[in-house]
């Protein structure tokens, strides 16, 4: 793998965790129903979290660009995401599913840093910093996710 792949990979999941933002921000203000205000507290923390990871993102993107010379541009398109959504229970079930997927993604991505990292010299050091940083990424997912899953924990549809 190149630095140039491995960057272009890295500028999809931005447009991922974009979407996230979105998706949080849409979930917010459309949520309905039960518990409607504590859940809309709620996706607002994540949205939160989830600009934290655009520009986290951003700048580990950035970096590489410079440090490497690269003549990619730092993208600023957003992946699709599940919207008009207003069930309390679709919306938890909807953002469960995209962070295990980012959870999945980050993974994957980890492989590739380490496959970044056999080519030696500044791959070696790019892919590892990339790597220590997708730990990251995973541990706030991974977090997310379960707590998800507990707040769904004998959820009702409406």
Not at 25 to 47: C, D, I, P, W, Y
Not at 89 to 109: F, G, H, I, P, S
């Given at each position: 793998?190149?630095?140039?792949e ?84 679709a ?8 962070e ?41 997912s ?17």
């Amino acid at each position: 793998m190149s630095i140039d792949e491995f960057v272009a990979l890295l500028s999809k999941d931005l447009a991922n965790e974009y979407s996230h933002w979105h998706f949080y921000m849409q979930a917010a203000t459309n949520v309905k129903g039960l518990h409607r205000q504590e859940l809309s507290e709620f996706f607002l923390e994540q949205a939160e979290g989830e600009m934290k990871h655009v520009n986290e993102f951003r700048k580990v993107i950035q970096g590489l660009i410079t440090r490497r010379e690269l003549a990619a541009k730092v993208p600023n398109l957003v992946a699709y995401f599940k919207d008009g959504l207003s069930c309390p229970k679709a919306l938890l079930l909807a953002a469960l599913e995209m962070e295990d997927q980012v959870v999945n993604n980050y993974v994957t991505r980890i492989e590739q840093a380490s496959s970044l990292q056999e080519n030696g010299g500044q791959d070696r050091d790019d892919g590892k910093y990339v790597e220590l940083f997708l730990e990251d990424q995973i541990m706030d997912s991974r977090s997310d996710a379960d707590n998800i899953r507990e707040m769904l924990e004998n959820a009702i549809d409406a």
